[in-house]
């Protein structure tokens, strides 16, 4: 290597460093220089909430549909970040509606790889008698076609659960048994909470690993 390009690299490197020393210096950000202070810190808030989104299947058991095959192609983070937007939504009409119709797309594309073969079995667990309704099918999905094609149960409904854990285990021993789960949504009830989320007692998760 030439001088100059050993001479040019090692302006860059300083240049690198110097401008992040600053950014942390004065706590301010110049792209790309920040002193990321998130990751500067401990949070002192030790507790968690996390939303989780289930499928309901015709005789009112439920998956929790966290695993990326049921979503794709779209990352079930981007899924949950829409839903999440949708319950932010301040009009409770509008956003019933919104959550209807984003839940109906879901399950549409859900039966679809279904029907193609490309959805794995699931764990499943029985669902809370209080919150079984008709077994109705969903939109775009008929009752006719509530027969596994696949591993993966056919589902009628979905329902969107905020799970609260006020102070987490330092190990996340505790990740699949919340303190108090609350539900957001059912896609199988047309009116939107009159009194708000329902508080459910606190169960067995699904998935006994811990995977949200």
């Keep these: 290597m030439s001088r100059c390009r050993m001479a040019m ?17 004065t706590r301010s950000i110049h792209w790309p220089f920040s002193p990321y202070e998130m990751f500067a810190r401990l949070g002192g ?14 005789d009112g058991r439920e998956i929790r549909l966290s695993g990326p095959d049921y979503s794709a192609p779209l990352p079930s983070f981007h899924v949950r970040l829409a839903l999440q937007r949708a319950l932010d939504i301040c009009d ?7 959550l209807h119709a984003l839940t109906a797309e879901y399950l549409r594309r859900y039966e679809q790889r279904r029907r193609a073969g490309l959805l794995d079995g699931a764990d499943t667990m029985p669902g809370n008698p209080a919150l079984r309704s008709t077994s109705e ?23 969107i659960y905020e799970e609260v854990w006020p102070v987490m285990d330092p190990w996340a021993r505790d990740a699949g048994r919340p303190k108090q789960t609350r539900l957001l949504f059912d896609s199988r009830q047309s009116a939107p909470p009159s009194a708000g989320p329902t508080t459910l007692p606190a169960g067995p998760s699904i998935n006994e690993k811990g995977d949200l």
């Design 9 to 25: 690299v090692n302006i860059l490197i300083v240049a690198l460093v110097l401008g992040h020393l600053h950014a942390m210096r």
């Design 45 to 58: 808030d030790t507790g968690c909430t996390f939303m989780t989104i289930k499928g309901v299947t015709a």
């Design 92 to 98: 409770p009409v509008q956003r019933q509606r919104k």
């Design 137 to 159: 099918p969903a939109s775009g999905v008929e009752a006719s076609d509530l027969q596994p094609m696949s591993g993966a149960p056919a589902l009628v409904g979905m329902r």
